[in-house]
């Protein structure tokens, strides 16, 4: 279990999210994992999150919650 939990809510964010996630993974602590959160996003977070191959960053989707 990594000490820190780094969540990211996004929606619609693929705009900010690969630098977001980008600068958070360039960190020197590594005791990390990175959680982002998809509220309902009609962007393609789903899709590009699947092309990340750091196993600290995960993906949950839900409906939009506002």
Known sequence: MPKVS???PAYN???YLPETIANVLEQTYTDFE????NDG???NIKEWITQ????RVR???????G
């Open 34 to 37: 990175v959680v982002v959160v």
């Open 59 to 65: 993906l949950v989707s839900q409906s939009n919650k």
């Open 41 to 43: 996003s009609t962007d």
């Open 6 to 8: 780094v969540i990211i």
């Open 13 to 15: 964010a693929m705009a």
């Open 52 to 55: 990340i191959s750091d196993l």
